[in-house]
């Protein structure tokens, strides 16, 4: 997924994902938890370092591919970034950049609204 509209084909964790997230919020938690955490791929990596240098996140997608935990970790993205300003979003988590995991959240419906000059670019 390069940034835009959710692709019909998209893997079956990305939809799982949008689920969970969307669940959640449906029964009026805004956190799927964080038990999950400890099975990240990713820990005690240099996240910052890994995860949040764009523009190319090779080593962050790499990492997320092979993660037990991938789903949950974009679920609770999803959920995190909901209120969060466009340009403020960073990095890589549950292997999606940031304007993937907007378009996601939109999608998903966790996200209620399409930022103003995303629509202009989507239209």
């Known amino acids: 997924m390069a940034g835009g509209p959710v692709a019909p084909e998209m ?3 990305i939809r799982l994902a949008m ?3 969307a669940d959640t919020l449906a029964r009026g938690s805004a956190s799927i938890g964080d038990d999950w955490v400890v099975g990240g791929a990713c820990l005690g990596m240099d996240t910052d370092r890994v995860f ?4 190319k996140y090779t080593r962050a997608y790499d990492t997320c591919a092979r993660c037990s935990v ?12 909901r209120k969060v300003p466009q340009q ?8 999606q950049a940031p304007r993937e995991r907007l ?4 999608e998903s419906g966790v996200r209620k609204s399409v930022p103003a ?3 202009a670019k989507a239209g």
């Open 11 to 13: 893997t079956m964790s």
């Open 19 to 21: 689920r969970l997230a």
């Open 52 to 55: 949040y240098t764009p523009p």
């Open 70 to 81: 991938a789903v949950e970790c974009l679920a609770e993205a999803l959920l995190e970034e």
């Open 88 to 95: 403020l979003l960073c990095g890589v988590r549950g292997g």
């Open 103 to 106: 378009w996601l959240a939109i």
């Open 117 to 119: 000059t995303m629509e």
